[in-house]
């Protein structure tokens, strides 16, 4: 007798389990309408990527009023997230995937998934030294020229994102060359090239080899020091 009792406890508790997990019409509704359908975008990045250790923010997108009315929210599985504004901020920790999990909570305060994305999380591409759209590389040769065109360097990161020049900014960069055993150089304070530094490329002769070094700033106040870059001014 004691085993069919047991047993009957068991279909008793298991069944109970059941009705409390039994979701209401109203919710299974809204679940059946916008299950994926509340859609997910990597604001700023023309690929819909993430990239490691930077913020990169995110777009909740309603397909209707209806919806831009729940209480939704965005979770992720690579890193944080938090929200600013209107929109999500999120940090992935590492390379590779988020998964992006929205969360819809109902009136009784219950939290139910109502969809899923996943990300392709790209590592910070190494940064490219440019003047106006001229990329100076280890090696090259630069018309002068283009210094007396652009008013300024920058950092280029990728094409997939437009604003990349923004994750990071020049502080200074010094400019020079070796001549006779003396090293020549220049220090130029911030992104704007300055007139004593067209000057200093005004003067020298076709084929001269230049050294530039630079130095960048973050947003939230963190140096970084770029490889020395050696190229021919023509």
């Not at 929109?87 to 998964?99: D, V």
């Not at 950092?155 to 070796?178: A, H, Q, V």
Request: a positive charge.
């Amino acid at each position: 007798m004691i085993r069919p009792f047991i047993f009957m406890v068991f279909i008793f508790l298991f069944s109970g389990f059941l009705h409390a997990q039994k979701m209401n019409k109203g919710d299974s509704i809204i679940l059946r309408t916008y299950w994926n359908k509340i859609s997910i975008k990597a604001i700023g990045s023309e690929g819909d990527f993430l990239y490691n250790g930077i913020d990169n923010y995110l777009k909740i997108i309603c397909p209707d009023n209806y919806s831009s009315n729940l209480n939704i929210f965005p979770g992720v599985n690579n890193g944080k997230i938090f929200k600013i504004d209107d929109n999500y901020l999120t940090i992935p920790k590492y390379a590779g995937r988020s998964f992006v999990t929205t969360y819809y909570i109902n009136e009784n305060n219950d939290t139910l998934i109502i969809g899923k994305k996943q990300f392709v999380v790209l590592p910070i591409p190494y940064p490219v030294l440019c003047v106006g759209k001229t990329i100076i590389r280890e090696k090259s040769r630069i018309n002068r020229s283009v210094f007396f065109t652009s008013d300024s360097l920058k950092l280029f990161f990728t094409d997939d994102f437009p604003e990349s020049d923004k994750w990071t900014k020049i502080e200074r960069f010094m400019i020079g060359y070796t001549y006779g055993g003396i090293y020549i150089s220049l220090n130029n304070e911030g992104p704007i090239i300055s007139s004593k530094t067209l000057d200093f490329i005004r003067k020298l002769p076709p084929g001269q080899e230049l050294v530039i070094k630079v130095n960048s700033i973050t947003p939230s106040q963190v140096m970084t020091y770029l490889p020395l870059i050696r190229f021919k001014i023509l």
